[in-house]
């Protein structure tokens, strides 16, 4: 049997920081991920943040990865965060900027898939000087201890034997779920995230957002668009893409289900998005049914080569950098060449194949994944035997706010864990005293192990402060109290310091409630709320188009089995699963696994378990 | 120490063809229906790559060492830079002359084989597609594998090699009377020239050969940016080809018209059956068991 020092499960930012942490300490680790190849598996937002704590230090993304800041392909960085709430077509903005701003050397937009693969590149590099690496494609389907030796099982590869293990096989970690080191996280515990990433060229975004060309923004939405759930809407800009995404509390959705398609969509309809994410969008004509099968077929593909031609061309028309490399490898004179050549490009497609240009927006991914609140639910004892949990594996996400934060706080995870787990190399020792515990109490020290904790009096305060000029009669006397702490100053250093004795297992059924998320926005936006115009409608894709769209690899066995057919949850998954997989027969619910994305929404009554090896969803943005 | 660092290496050679790329969105065609060349993006034959990764096996397994051939235009070595990207390939031989041009394929086998003589070393296996997609028919692999007196595996769906007893044992898929899909296994001492399946998929079952694996897929990327140096072209003389066999005096047959084969009238009698009727269903599946006690082997 081949031996390992350490093996890391899950290739998501956190595992791979684990794996990179190890390399630089010297350690020999392999990395397991499912995936066929790394990012394939990853959704986030997703905003990573790199924070500077009050008290304390946090390992942040430039520190283990030197040369992020220079070579990273991350998005852009937020420069501007605004909050907007809506009532049908009103919608009255708030700066949060302060917020966004709040500890935080900067936060930047990132697309998982791209991001987890330069990682990988960053961390294998240093792995492979110790004889480790990463592995993709492979599935750890179960862990043994045989008379002090640790046994890995996966589904592809002969087994191997390792010394420590650090899990980080996100929030449906099937590792803790096999070792017994934690329940399945409730819905009351979990979020569920959906999110569609729509192309948009990167020049048009800085127009569009009215930012530079290394700037970004981040809007974030609250009111009657959340339909009636706590939780909001969010949209991102990347560099030629945004992300626009819902995230709402799970038990929110049990109670009144919604589609969680339809929660993107109805952010999609909201005029002031619609705006945002329009476009120009070519439009074949119908090819003419009579003509000869060779016709038809010659027409059918030159059409699609000149789409492509003129959306590639376009894409680096309206990139400064692609636009300069053009030049630069003298395919184009000048940039204005470029320019000429795309439309005349534009007036070959419409003379010559009755193409037309339409106002719409492109949507090229849609996802969703549940994302753990680590207020509710982080692992008290992220450790079991020599196994430590990081990052959503140890249902280690923080929401405070409108921010949302699992990326940077699985990096400061990994690297507390890679550290514990070269200590434990150096001595030999791998017990959970020597090993677990030190892990726990490293992690216990971590800034973000307090923000899961306490409230933050500064933070509230910049929320508090931002919403202080609203007047206040013109809010419904019943949400007065929240008004009241909205605009008074002494009400709201009073309401910051109960908040902390009351704690957060009491605040939070105050907080997080329809009234903060639904009605009071709704009602800000219907009396102060500008109207906003669209002017066009938006061509939603079905769902059925939205997972054509996505690349399966499909298994011919289900990695889900639904356990109890006729109970209410699983009636509910029927509208709640993102792909439509559940549908209803005589004898109960039942599963078509085959358009599964994995996102854990039905983990809690079914037998969950990730696909094997390179099978299931792979994602091309993330 | 594994038993691949001790041993002799393996020398495998793998001759690969350049195609147009006929994906939607890449493939242009002209009015008249036939396919134009100018227009149409060219890229590494689907098989030729299927024949790339299975010398990439050995190479992952056996610490095998690869070189890859092609007899072609200047713009051909493209596709050794495509096939080096994908198997770290050591070496890489473009057979480039005027008058290979024309050649059927005899004459490129004849071209392949004095190219595969000219390698620098003695090569143990030679791969090759199961054949190309622009119209050829599967003839080079063979005719070559004739030529250089090798041993022919064709229709390969898996390999071993024995490193000390220097033989190849190989799956074969063959159609036995009619019935697909029947495996037939087959030892062989190298030299061997395998004929790569197109269902061909190399399997790494073991930690460390994914590690290598992946380490030879990051070498594989800086080398193929640097091709040119891996990179030797030759001509006719170079190889030292007996003009008498190559190029359209070595073609003992020339491709004269391709033209589209006429639908037939289809000879079948289809029924729609309703799914939900079980008589009808049963009828099928009676149906069918007719069909096959017919094909039984016997
Ligand atoms: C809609 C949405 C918005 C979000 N917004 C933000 C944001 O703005 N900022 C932020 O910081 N965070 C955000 N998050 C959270 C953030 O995305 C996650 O916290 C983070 O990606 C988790 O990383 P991870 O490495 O812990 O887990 P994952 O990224 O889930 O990685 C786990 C990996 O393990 C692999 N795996 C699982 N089981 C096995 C097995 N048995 N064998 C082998 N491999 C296995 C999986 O394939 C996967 O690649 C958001 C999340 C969502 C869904
Ligand atoms: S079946 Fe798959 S996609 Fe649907 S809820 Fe369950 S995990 Fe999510």
Same mark, same amino acid.
């Given at each position: 049997m081949?031996?390992?020092?350490?093996?890391?499960?899950?290739?998501?930012?956190?595992?791979?920081?684990?794996?990179?942490?190890?390399?630089?300490?010297?350690k020999?680790?392999?990395?397991?991920?499912?995936?066929?190849?790394?990012g394939?598996?990853?959704?986030?937002?997703g905003?990573?943040y790199?924070?500077k704590?009050?008290?304390?230090?946090?390992?942040?993304?430039?520190?283990?990865?030197?040369?992020?800041?220079?070579?990273?392909?991350?998005?852009?960085?937020?420069?501007?965060?605004?909050?907007?709430?809506?009532?049908?077509?009103?919608?009255?903005?708030?700066?949060?900027?302060?917020?966004?701003?709040?500890?935080?050397?900067?936060?930047?937009s990132?697309?998982?898939?791209?991001?987890?693969?330069?990682?990988?590149?960053?961390?294998?590099?240093?792995?492979q000087?110790?004889?480790?690496?990463i592995?993709?494609?492979?599935?750890?389907?179960?862990?043994?201890?045989?008379?002090?030796?640790?046994?890995?099982?996966?589904?592809?590869l002969?087994?191997?034997e390792?010394?420590?293990?650090?899990?980080?096989?996100?929030?449906?970690?099937?590792?803790?779920?096999?070792?017994?080191?934690?329940?399945?996280?409730?819905?009351?515990?979990?979020?569920?995230?959906?999110?569609?990433?729509?192309?948009?060229?990167?020049e048009?975004?800085?127009?569009?957002?009215?930012?530079?060309?290394?700037?970004?923004?981040?809007?974030?939405?609250?009111?009657?668009?959340?339909l009636?759930?706590?939780?909001?809407?969010?949209?991102?800009?990347?560099?030629?893409?945004?992300?626009?995404?819902?995230?709402?509390?799970?038990?929110?959705?049990?109670?009144?289900?919604n589609?969680?398609?339809?929660?993107?969509?109805?952010?999609?309809?909201?005029?002031?998005?619609?705006?945002?994410?329009?476009?120009?969008?070519?439009?074949? &004509?119908?090819?003419?049914?009579?003509?000869?099968?060779?016709?038809?077929?010659?027409?059918?593909?030159?059409?699609?080569?000149?789409?492509?031609?003129?959306?590639?061309?376009?894409?680096?028309?309206?990139?400064?950098?692609?636009?300069?490399?053009?030049?630069?490898?003298?395919?184009?004179?000048?940039?204005?060449?470029?320019?000429a050549?795309?439309?005349?490009?534009r007036?070959?497609?419409s003379t010559?194949?009755?193409?037309?240009?339409?106002?719409?927006?492109?949507?090229?991914?849609?996802?969703?994944?549940?994302i753990?609140?680590?207020?509710?639910?982080?692992?008290?004892?992220?450790?079991?035997?020599n196994?430590?949990f990081?990052?959503?594996?140890?249902?280690?996400?923080i929401?405070?706010?409108?921010?949302?934060?699992?990326?940077?706080?699985g990096?400061?995870?990994?690297?507390?864990?890679?550290?514990?787990?070269?200590?434990?190399?150096?001595?030999?020792?791998f017990?959970?005293?020597?090993?677990?515990?030190?892990y726990?109490?490293?992690?216990?020290?971590?800034?973000?192990t307090?923000?899961?904790?306490?409230?933050?009096?500064?933070?509230?305060e910049?929320?508090?402060?931002?919403?202080?000029?609203?007047?206040?009669?013109i809010?419904s006397?019943?949400?007065?109290?929240?008004?009241?702490?909205?605009?008074?100053?002494t009400l709201?250093?009073?309401?910051?310091?109960?908040?902390?004795?009351?704690?957060?297992e009491?605040?939070?059924?105050?907080?997080?409630?329809?009234?903060t998320?639904?009605?009071i926005?709704?009602?800000?936006?219907?009396?102060?709320?500008?109207?906003?115009?669209?002017?066009?409608?938006?061509?939603?894709?079905?769902?059925?188009?939205?997972?054509?769209?996505?690349?399966?690899n499909?298994?011919?066995?289900?990695?889900?089995?639904?356990?109890?057919?006729?109970?209410?949850f699983m009636?509910?998954?029927?509208?709640? &699963?993102?792909?439509?997989?559940?549908?209803m027969?005589?004898?109960?619910?039942?599963?078509?696994?085959?358009? &599964?994305?994995? &996102?854990?929404?039905c983990?809690?009554?079914?037998d969950w378990?990730?696909?094997?090896?390179?099978?299931g969803?792979?994602?091309?943005?993330? | 120490?594994?038993?691949?660092?001790q041993?002799?290496p393996?020398?495998?050679?793998?001759?690969?063809?350049?195609?147009?790329?006929?994906?939607?969105?890449?493939?242009?065609?002209?009015p008249?229906?036939?396919?134009?060349?100018?227009?149409?993006k060219?890229?590494l034959?689907p098989?030729?790559?299927?024949?790339?990764?299975?010398?990439?096996?050995?190479?992952?397994?056996?610490?095998?060492?690869?070189?890859?051939?092609?007899?072609?235009?200047?713009?051909?070595?493209?596709?050794l830079?495509?096939?080096?990207l994908m198997?770290?390939?050591?070496?890489?031989?473009l057979?480039?002359?005027?008058?290979?041009?024309?050649?059927d394929?005899?004459?490129?086998?004849?071209?392949?084989?004095a190219?595969?003589?000219?390698?620098?070393?003695?090569?143990?296996?030679?791969?090759?597609?199961?054949?190309?997609?622009?119209?050829?028919?599967?003839?080079?692999?063979?005719?070559?594998?004739?030529?250089?007196?090798?041993?022919?595996?064709?229709?390969v769906?898996?390999?071993?090699?024995?490193?000390e007893?220097r033989?190849?044992?190989?799956?074969?898929?063959?159609?036995?009377?009619?019935?697909?899909?029947?495996?037939?296994?087959?030892?062989?001492?190298?030299?061997?020239?395998?004929?790569?399946?197109?269902s061909?998929?190399?399997?790494?079952?073991t930690?460390?050969?994914?590690l290598?694996?992946?380490?030879?897929?990051?070498?594989?990327?800086?080398?193929?940016?640097?091709?040119k140096?891996?990179?030797?072209?030759f001509?006719?003389?170079?190889?030292?080809?007996?003009?008498?066999?190559?190029?359209?005096?070595?073609?003992?047959?020339?491709v004269?018209?391709?033209?589209?084969?006429?639908?037939g009238?289809?000879?079948?009698?289809?029924?729609?059956?309703?799914?939900?009727?079980?008589?009808q269903?049963?009828?099928?599946?009676?149906?069918?068991?007719?069909?096959?006690?017919?094909m039984?082997?016997?």
């Amino acid at each position: 049997m081949e031996k390992y020092d350490v093996a890391i499960i899950g290739g998501g930012s956190a595992g791979l920081a684990a794996l990179k942490q190890l390399s630089r300490l010297g350690k020999q680790a392999i990395l397991f991920e499912s995936g066929n190849k790394i990012g394939a598996k990853n959704i986030s937002g997703g905003i990573l943040y790199s924070k500077k704590p009050k008290k304390g230090k946090t390992y942040n993304v430039e520190d283990i990865y030197e040369n992020f800041l220079q070579d990273a392909p991350f998005e852009r960085k937020i420069t501007k965060y605004i909050l907007h709430a809506t009532a049908k077509d009103k919608v009255f903005s708030i700066d949060l900027t302060a917020a966004h701003k709040y500890e935080a050397n900067f936060g930047c937009s990132v697309l998982m898939n791209k991001l987890n693969q330069w990682f990988a590149q960053q961390a294998e590099e240093a792995a492979q000087k110790y004889g480790g690496g990463i592995v993709t494609g492979v599935h750890v389907r179960a862990i043994r201890w045989e008379d002090g030796h640790t046994i890995i099982q996966t589904d592809e590869l002969e087994e191997v034997e390792v010394k420590a293990i650090i899990a980080a096989d996100g929030v449906n970690s099937e590792i803790a779920y096999m070792t017994g080191a934690r329940q399945k996280f409730s819905p009351s515990e979990i979020y569920q995230g959906v999110k569609v990433i729509v192309k948009l060229p990167d020049e048009i975004i800085n127009q569009r957002f009215s930012i530079g060309p290394d700037e970004g923004s981040a809007h974030l939405f609250a009111g009657d668009v959340t339909l009636n759930h706590i939780g909001g809407g969010f949209l991102y800009t990347n560099r030629d893409t945004l992300s626009l995404g819902a995230v709402y509390h799970l038990d929110s959705l049990l109670e009144t289900p919604n589609e969680p398609y339809e929660l993107v969509n109805t952010l999609l309809k909201n005029p002031m998005i619609s705006e945002l994410v329009k476009d120009e969008v070519p439009v074949r &004509c119908e090819i003419d049914r009579d003509a000869p099968k060779e016709e038809q077929m010659r027409i059918r593909f030159a059409v699609t080569k000149m789409i492509k031609t003129w959306a590639e061309l376009r894409d680096s028309y309206y990139s400064k950098k692609e636009k300069e490399r053009l030049v630069k490898e003298g395919k184009y004179g000048s940039p204005e060449e470029i320019g000429a050549q795309l439309s005349s490009l534009r007036d070959q497609m419409s003379t010559k194949y009755g193409i037309k240009f339409e106002t719409d927006y492109v949507e090229v991914e849609y996802s969703a994944k549940t994302i753990p609140d680590g207020k509710r639910c982080r692992m008290e004892k992220p450790y079991f035997k020599n196994i430590l949990f990081v990052g959503d594996a140890a249902g280690r996400g923080i929401f405070v706010g409108p921010r949302i934060e699992g990326i940077n706080v699985g990096i400061d995870d990994a690297v507390r864990a890679a550290n514990a787990v070269a200590r434990a190399l150096d001595k030999d020792n791998f017990t959970e005293k020597y090993l677990g515990e030190y892990y726990s109490r490293l992690i216990e020290d971590s800034p973000y192990t307090h923000d899961l904790k306490v409230i933050d009096k500064d933070y509230l305060e910049i929320f508090l402060g931002a919403v202080k000029e609203v007047p206040k009669e013109i809010i419904s006397s019943k949400y007065g109290l929240v008004i009241k702490m909205m605009s008074s100053g002494t009400l709201r250093s009073f309401a910051v310091g109960v908040a902390n004795i009351l704690g957060y297992e009491n605040l939070l059924p105050i907080i997080e409630t329809v009234d903060t998320y639904v009605k009071i926005p709704t009602e800000l936006a219907e009396r102060l709320g500008k109207r906003m115009y669209a002017s066009y409608a938006p061509t939603i894709p079905s769902i059925a188009q939205r997972i054509a769209k996505l690349k399966f690899n499909d298994d011919n066995i289900s990695h889900i089995k639904v356990l109890t057919p006729t109970s209410e949850f699983m009636k509910k998954m029927i509208t709640l &699963c993102p792909t439509r997989c559940y549908f209803m027969e005589k004898e109960g619910v039942i599963i078509q696994h085959e358009g &599964c994305i994995e &996102c854990g929404t039905c983990s809690e009554e079914t037998d969950w378990k990730h696909p094997r090896g390179e099978k299931g969803i792979n994602y091309q943005y993330g | 120490m594994t038993l691949k660092n001790q041993m002799d290496p393996i020398n495998t050679a793998v001759i690969v063809k350049l195609e147009p790329d006929f994906s939607e969105g890449n493939v242009s065609y002209n009015p008249d229906g036939t396919l134009n060349r100018a227009e149409t993006k060219n890229i590494l034959g689907p098989h030729s790559a299927i024949a790339v990764s299975a010398a990439f096996y050995a190479k992952v397994k056996y610490g095998a060492k690869i070189a890859i051939g092609t007899m072609g235009p200047p713009m051909a070595e493209s596709i050794l830079q495509q096939a080096q990207l994908m198997s770290n390939a050591d070496e890489l031989y473009l057979y480039s002359d005027r008058i290979f041009a024309g050649a059927d394929t005899l004459a490129t086998a004849e071209v392949l084989k004095a190219g595969i003589q000219k390698m620098q070393k003695k090569i143990d296996i030679v791969f090759s597609g199961h054949r190309a997609s622009d119209g050829e028919t599967g003839q080079t692999g063979p005719q070559t594998a004739w030529k250089l007196g090798m041993t022919f595996l064709g229709h390969v769906i898996d390999y071993e090699i024995n490193l000390e007893s220097r033989t190849v044992r190989a799956k074969r898929l063959v159609r036995i009377q009619g019935v697909y899909d029947v495996v037939e296994e087959v030892e062989s001492p190298l030299p061997v020239f395998i004929a790569i399946d197109p269902s061909y998929k190399p399997k790494f079952n073991t930690v460390s050969q994914r590690l290598d694996y992946e380490k030879y897929q990051k070498e594989a990327v800086k080398r193929a940016q640097d091709f040119k140096q891996y990179l030797k072209v030759f001509n006719a003389a170079q190889i030292e080809a007996d003009p008498k066999f190559i190029g359209i005096s070595g073609s003992p047959t020339i491709v004269y018209k391709v033209e589209r084969i006429p639908k037939g009238k289809a000879t079948r009698q289809a029924k729609v059956i309703d799914g939900s009727n079980k008589e009808q269903i049963r009828e099928v599946v009676t149906r069918l068991l007719q069909a096959l006690s017919t094909m039984a082997i016997k």
